[in-house]
């Protein structure tokens, strides 16, 4: 109710247009069948790559960045169950060491360290850091 209430205003246009892609986006995403989801993603792309108004900047940043990125979006739908997850997770570890080492001065040092703090440190791995 609230959202057709502020879309029934032409000053929200742009942002009706952002939340219809959204919408699709989503839809694609939670789609039951992967195959299915995936084309419906490779239609939203090929949408945002032509055919948006010159007002609607951001939904053409978003086509060109969708259109780069396309290879790397769909691979979702081939490969289900991935995630950038523990990778986020060790860049978070990582980034708190650096906010809290108050600056190394020696490389190896530094990677000695993001190795402990990550647990991905095996000494018989890295025998020139014993």
């Known amino acids: 109710m609230r ?3 502020v879309f029934a205003s ?3 246009v742009e942002v009706e247009a952002t939340w219809w892609i959204y919408q699709k986006i989503v839809a694609a995403y939670r789609h039951s069948s992967k195959s299915t989801g995936k084309q419906m993603l490779t239609e939203i792309i090929t949408a945002l790559r032509r055919g948006i108004p010159a007002k609607l900047i951001e939904l053409k940043k978003l086509g060109r960045t969708f259109n780069r990125r396309a290879t790397d979006i769909l691979a979702y739908f081939d ?3 991935t995630s950038n997850g523990p990778t986020e997770a060790i860049n978070g570890r990582l980034e708190h060491l650096r906010g809290t080492a108050l600056g190394f ?3 190896t040092n530094y990677i000695t360290r993001a190795l402990l703090d990550t647990g991905g440190f095996r000494p018989y791995l890295h025998s020139h850091l014993r």
């Open 79 to 81: 490969r289900p169950g």
């Open 3 to 5: 959202l057709r209430t």
């Open 10 to 12: 032409d000053e929200h």
């Open 105 to 107: 001065r020696n490389l």
